[in-house]
């Protein structure tokens, strides 16, 4: 089956005033819409189509060299963003906060504390050059902090080399690109990192981590 857009699951302005309407309408439905025809377009009349694509990603050194770099850019692309809306929630409807839990546990084991997590997660976004992502991974049981180029996602590390750490389930992810914060925040990534603290939805980055274990 082809790959679909899926459905935000909040308003356009949900997330204000921390990510704008604006944003959210063109990010969702231009961005990602892109992402997705792309992907079916590359993935046409291959076994591929028969995969989720989580698959997909997971087994992109078995797709044909010559569909490769566009389903690396355009199935990584989807399967970036249909996890970014997920761990997404409006401050009214449960984002922000702290997490609870064996996910609390697991982060103030890996990293020290909460803070000692958002820190590092925020140098891994604000330092990542260019285009690209940053990651909070489930990988061989531990959590892990990694960033990605372009629309490069954790599941391909076997395809694509894991020189930046990455690698295993990804459960918590930031977009950097331009695109997903330009409109209201110009050139001021870190107080776009600062602002997606106050709209993580840690109860779904929690169901993440115990379907990832």
């Avoid at 082809?2 to 309408?25: C, K, Q």
């Avoid at 076994?47 to 087994?59: A, G, I, L, P, R």
């Avoid at 020290?112 to 990542?128: C, I, M, N, P, Q």
Wanted: with cysteine; aromatic share 10%; glycine share 8%.
């Amino acid at each position: 089956m082809a790959f679909t857009l899926p459905d935000l699951p909040y308003a356009f302005d949900a997330l204000e005033p921390h990510i704008d309407s604006r944003t959210m309408e063109i990010h969702h439905g231009k961005h990602h819409a892109a992402y997705v025809a792309k992907a079916n377009a590359a993935l046409e009349g291959t076994k591929f189509t028969e995969m989720s694509v989580d698959d997909v990603c997971q087994n992109l050194s078995d797709v044909p060299a010559a569909k490769r770099t566009a389903v690396r850019n355009n199935a990584g692309g989807h399967a970036n963003h249909s996890l970014f809306w997920q761990v997404l929630a409006s401050p009214t409807s449960g984002g922000g906060g702290e997490p609870t839990g064996e996910l609390a546990i697991a982060i103030a084991s890996a990293f020290g504390s909460l803070e000692g997590f958002k820190d590092k997660f925020a140098d891994a976004a604000a330092t990542r050059f260019g285009s690209g992502w940053a990651w909070l991974c489930v990988k061989n049981g531990s959590l892990v902090v990694c960033s990605t180029a372009n629309q490069d996602n954790p599941l391909m590390a076997s395809a694509i080399g894991d020189a930046a750490g990455c690698g295993g389930a990804p459960i918590l992810g930031l977009d950097v690109w331009e695109h997903a914060y330009y409109l209201n925040y110009q050139n001021r990534r870190p107080d776009y990192i600062n602002a997606f603290w106050s709209v993580v939805n840690w109860s779904k980055v929690r169901e993440l981590f115990a379907q990832a274990k």
